[in-house]
């Protein structure tokens, strides 16, 4: 059975850095994309960034590129996401996601793209 668990959310003032990060056990890790989404109070979950297999290839959300940083460790089955020059619209519970299938080639901001889910992190930007 696949489990993910996200860590590392929690309050922060704008400007700030957080790192989000997932473990995942119950499968062969290396083999399936990762990809981390965010749903804020009233609003429909959102893609936010996502890695590739092969760690070749990220994806981010227009409104996170050039701030967040995803990231994989092979090796430890887990999945980051560095959150830089945070902002209160960046507040949300962030769930991380592994690809259905295996060596998926996208596309990777479709939540169809994704068949197991974390319970998610809040995390809480203040102005």
């Known amino acids: 059975q696949v489990q993910l668990v996200e860590s590392g959310g929690g309050l922060v003032q704008a400007g700030g850095s957080l790192r989000l990060r997932c473990a995942v056990s119950?499968?062969?890790?290396?083999?399936?994309?990762m990809g981390w989404f965010r749903q804020a109070p009233g609003k429909e979950r959102e893609f936010v960034a996502a890695i590739s297999w092969n760690t070749r290839s990220t994806f981010y959300a227009d409104s996170t590129k050039g701030r967040f940083t995803i990231s994989r460790d092979n090796a430890k089955n887990t999945v980051s996401l560095q959150m830089n020059s945070l902002k209160p619209e960046d507040t949300a519970v962030y769930y991380c996601?592994?690809?259905?299938?295996?060596?998926?080639?996208?596309?990777?901001?479709?939540?169809?793209?994704?068949?197991?889910w974390g319970q998610g992190t809040q995390v809480t930007v203040s102005s």
């Open positions: 119950g499968r062969v890790f290396s083999n399936y994309a």
């Open positions: 996601a592994a690809a259905r299938y295996t060596f998926s080639s996208g596309p990777y901001s479709a939540e169809s793209l994704y068949g197991d």
